[in-house]
């Protein structure tokens, strides 16, 4: 004996198809300015050309076929689809929110109309309800594992979902009251999609590359680098600085800490509120005679700067010049002991880290050369302080107008 069947199992691919339809896109449902992406419960396609939603009769022998494995199927029902060159009726999709039945309820209501089976019009009604531990496709996927392999369905055949715990559940199918004779199939599927407030992030993000923030601070990272080599590199070749002072700016790089100390001061005096007089105190008159209103700015900061610089070269040129007049002054006495000494005579003299013995007259001669050699070197420094000087003579000169006695330059 034949047990025959109404099957609803093609109801939840009905989704993939949606798109066709007119005026519903399953990717992009908006409605009361909310927006809704049902594309990913879409399946593979067991309709009917035209269809949407079908409803499947089957029959099978439970006597010789307790698994179901030689289903036949008996009849297929179009509940809903695009029948307009056939019958003349269309989809017609009516989509609700939840809301606008229960207040307390999230999700959607899709009504699709057109089929026609045995004289009457067929109708489907699916309540699309908000629940964020489901996607919807747990029966599709547990079925694709199953068809897998034959061992584990036997093992699982007794394992399903009851109708009740189901994403996917089949409320009721038959005719309605109304002006019109109407078969009415009713659904509830429950998934995270439905939610109002259900954003998903499937990490393309991440594979798009790097952001704009990545980006710049890379190229601050690299433009910063370039400013410190560059300026470092110009201020080696063109002063002669180093340590700090082959950094650009390095004087207020120095400053930092004191800037901030002085910053963390002033932000707790104002939160303190400075006692009775509200965070002022007076001044001494001889504090308020030295005292300068004058703004310091980016030229300032720059001359600043610079007489940092020129100073601080300056002390290391007069140190060489220091040692070069000392080694001058060397030579000269060993010539002044030379000319004493016998024309026979010969001289001890020192090349690299080896003494050479060499009659008088070259030994005088290389003396004379290497004394004329410190005297061009010591001419040249004592040229480049000069110009050194004059150059920070005009910086303070500038400041010393600018500043007044709120700046000392004489340390």
């Given amino acids: 004996m034949k047990v025959a069947t109404a099957s609803l199992l093609s109801i939840p691919l009905f989704i993939s198809?949606?798109?066709?339809?007119?005026?519903?896109?399953?990717?992009?449902?908006?409605?009361?300015?909310?927006?809704?992406?049902?594309?990913?419960?879409?399946?593979?396609?067991s309709c009917p050309a035209g269809t949407r939603v079908c409803g499947v009769v089957s029959s099978w022998n439970p006597a010789?076929?307790?698994?179901?494995?030689?289903?036949?199927?008996?009849?297929?029902?179009?509940?809903?689809?695009?029948?307009?060159?056939?019958?003349?009726?269309?989809?017609?999709?009516?989509?609700?929110r939840l809301k606008s039945q229960d207040a307390n309820a999230d999700g959607l209501q899709i009504e699709l109309s057109g089929g026609t089976y045995n004289k009457l019009k067929q109708k489907a009604v699916i309540q699309l309800q908000c629940d964020l531990d489901r996607t919807g496709n747990e029966q599709r996927r547990k079925r694709a594992e199953a068809s897998d392999d034959d061992d584990d369905d036997k093992d699982k055949s007794g394992q399903d979902e009851s109708p009740s715990t189901s994403s996917l559940q089949f409320v009721s199918y038959g005719e309605v009251e109304g002006k019109e004779r109407t078969q009415v199939l009713r659904l509830n599927w429950r998934t995270k999609y439905a939610c109002e407030d259900f954003t998903e992030d499937d990490g393309s993000d991440k594979k798009t590359g790097w952001g704009f923030f990545t980006w710049f601070i890379l190229i601050a990272f690299l433009g910063i680098?370039?400013?410190?080599?560059?300026?470092?590199?110009?201020?080696?070749n063109r002063y002669g600085a180093r340590g700090w002072d082959l950094l650009p700016h390095g004087d207020t790089i120095r400053d930092i800490p004191y800037l901030v100390k002085d910053l963390s001061r002033k932000v707790v005096d104002t939160v303190s509120g400075g006692g009775p007089r509200g965070g002022y105190s007076a001044l001494s008159k001889e504090e308020e005679n030295e005292s300068t209103d004058a703004e310091v700015t980016k030229e300032d900061q720059d001359k600043i700067?610079?007489?940092?610089?020129?100073?601080?070269?300056?002390?290391?040129l007069e140190d060489e010049l220091s040692q070069k007049q000392k080694d001058k002054e060397d030579l000269e006495e060993l010539s002044t002991e030379l000319e004493l000494a016998d024309e026979d005579e010969l001289v001890p003299y020192k090349i690299g880290d080896s003494f050479m013995s060499l009659p008088l007259e070259e030994a005088q001669e290389l003396l004379s050369n290497a004394t004329s050699e410190l005297e061009s070197e010591v001419s040249t420094l004592e040229e480049e302080l000069a110009g050194l000087k004059e150059e920070i003579d005009g910086l303070k000169a500038h400041l010393y107008a600018r500043f007044g006695k709120g700046i000392n330059l004489e340390a």
């Fill in 64 to 96: 010789d076929d307790p698994d179901k494995k030689h289903v036949e199927i008996e009849n297929v029902i179009p509940v809903a689809g695009n029948f307009e060159t056939s019958t003349g009726q269309g989809l017609s999709p009516v989509i609700t």
């Fill in 225 to 236: 680098s370039a400013y410190l080599i560059f300026g470092s590199w110009l201020n080696y």
């Fill in 305 to 316: 700067n610079m007489f940092s610089k020129l100073h601080n070269r300056t002390k290391l």
């Fill in 17 to 45: 198809q949606l798109t066709t339809a007119v005026s519903l896109q399953c990717d992009n449902v908006q409605l009361d300015k909310k927006k809704f992406d049902l594309s990913k419960l879409s399946g593979r396609h």
